[in-house]
């Protein structure tokens, strides 16, 4: 089956440092997404992705956040000035046209000390 | 309702028995419902979704079920087994405020444990 990947598994970084996470869709999808899960809760929307642009945003993604396709294979979301509030999993995901299911990662666990 | 802080419902169900997964959705407006499977330390999962326009759908062991009348959307596992714990989140999906685009909306997830 094919697969999204992320990279890193795992980032600590001190608070107010930037991060960037990144992700490979799946080839041929379209659409993407990024989400984000606290410890222990519901998997929470960021952001949606298509043509080049953000289509959709949650309250979550302040100004603090941006997503970025540097390349036809990457998409990367950053935060620029990191909070303890940010310490998460991070998911990114990717659908295809016309399809329903979004194939996700397997997250990256984000710990700001 | 909305679960917050640390404790998620948990189900616990003896390993071949049947077990059902239960959610309350709220966005009439959603096309489809989806049931996510998330194992520890991993990504959710795509298990079965359902359109708005059904009622029932089946797949391998598993059965969706979706009442509209009060929003309800259940899962149902057969011959429940070990490798089946893990939280289980219902979704619904719909199209985005911009119009034409597609977000996968997740509701609280239910641990289930399998007793082997």
């Known amino acids: 089956e094919p697969e999204v990947t992320q990279t890193p598994s795992h980032q600590v970084t001190q608070m107010g440092q930037e991060v960037i996470l990144r992700c490979v869709p799946i080839s041929n999808h379209l659409y993407f997404y990024w989400y984000r899960q606290i410890l222990g809760q519901k998997v929470e929307f960021l952001v949606s992705f298509y043509n080049n642009e953000i289509s959709e945003k949650s309250e979550i993604f302040d100004d603090q956040f941006s997503v970025e396709r540097p390349d036809g294979s990457n998409f990367t979301l950053k935060i620029r000035s990191t909070k303890l509030e940010d310490s998460a999993m991070y998911f990114c995901?990717?659908?295809?046209?016309?399809?329903?299911?979004?194939?996700f990662g397997q997250g990256t666990r984000l710990t700001v000390v | 309702g909305e679960s917050v802080g640390l404790h998620l419902p948990t189900l616990s169900v003896q390993e071949g028995d049947n077990s059902i997964i239960n959610c309350a959705y709220s966005?009439?407006?959603?096309?489809?419902f989806i049931w996510y499977k998330q194992e520890s330390g991993k990504g959710p999962q795509f298990i079965i979704d359902i359109r708005s326009n059904m009622d029932k759908r089946q797949g391998q062991r598993v059965t969706v079920l979706l009442n509209k009348t009060v929003k309800h959307l259940s899962l149902q596992i057969a011959a429940t087994q070990p490798g089946d714990s893990a939280v289980y989140f219902c979704a619904e999906n719909m199209k985005e405020n911009s119009g034409g685009y597609q977000k996968v909306t997740f509701g609280t997830g239910t641990k289930l444990q399998v007793i082997p």
């Open positions: 966005n009439s407006a959603s096309d489809y």
């Open positions: 995901a990717s659908r295809g046209t016309g399809r329903i299911r979004a194939f």
